[in-house]
C-alpha cells in the first residue's frame, strides 16, 4: 500500500478522490483513509484532515485497523488544505461534531457519516475502536462501490 501525500494529488488523471475529515484526524477520519486505501488500491486519491488536528494518530484506532490489515503507519494530524478542498470530488465528514463549509471553487460534494459511537453505550477500549472500525469499513465499501459507479 503505497502512501500518499496531500502534495502528491493529480486528479486530472481521472482517479475519483475522497477526503476523509473529522476534528482532530487523530482517529475516525486517519481511520476511514487507512480502510479507503486499503480497499481502492491505487484507484482512488485518498486524503485525511481535522478541523482543530491533534497532536498524534490514536493508537488504538491504528491498532484496529492494522488488525485487518490496513495502515496508518506514518500519518500524522493535519489542518484541512483549502486547495485539497477544491479539488477532491468527496469530501466525506465523520461525526456530527467537524464541521467543512464549502470554498470557492470546490468541485467536490461534501457529505456527513454519523458514524457509530460505541462510548455512548459504555464500550471503551480497543473494543469501540473495533466498532468504529467495522462500521467505518462498511460504509468505506459502500462509498468505493458509488465511486465506481457500481
Known amino acids: 500500500m503505497a502512501e500518499q501525500t496531500d502534495t502528491a494529488v493529480d486528479t486530472s488523471a481521472g482517479s475519483p478522490s475522497v477526503l476523509f475529515v473529522c476534528v482532530k484526524n487523530s482517529g475516525k477520519s486517519q481511520m476511514a483513509a487507512a480502510l479507503m486505501r486499503s480497499l481502492a488500491g491505487d484507484q482512488v486519491e485518498v486524503y485525511s484532515a481535522g478541523t482543530k488536528p491533534g497532536d498524534s494518530v490514536n493508537a488504538l484506532s491504528a491498532q484496529a485497523v492494522a488488525e485487518i490489515a490496513a495502515s496508518m503507519e506514518g500519518e500524522a494530524p493535519k489542518a484541512i488544505d483549502p486547495d485539497l478542498l477544491r479539488?477532491?470530488?468527496?469530501?466525506?465528514?465523520?461525526?456530527?461534531?467537524?464541521?467543512?463549509?464549502?470554498?470557492?471553487?470546490?468541485?467536490?460534494?461534501?457529505?456527513?457519516?454519523?458514524?457509530?459511537?460505541?462510548?455512548?453505550?459504555?464500550?471503551?477500549?480497543?473494543?469501540?475502536?473495533?466498532?468504529?472500525?467495522?462500521?467505518?469499513?462498511?460504509?468505506?465499501e459502500r462509498l468505493l462501490s458509488a465511486m465506481r459507479g457500481h
Open 87 to 140: 479539488r477532491v470530488d468527496r469530501v466525506v465528514v465523520l461525526g456530527s461534531d467537524a464541521v467543512v463549509h464549502p470554498v470557492e471553487g470546490m468541485r467536490g460534494t461534501i457529505e456527513n457519516w454519523e458514524t457509530d459511537e460505541p462510548s455512548t453505550r459504555g464500550v471503551d477500549g480497543i473494543d469501540r475502536m473495533h466498532l468504529i472500525r467495522d462500521d467505518i469499513l462498511a460504509r468505506c
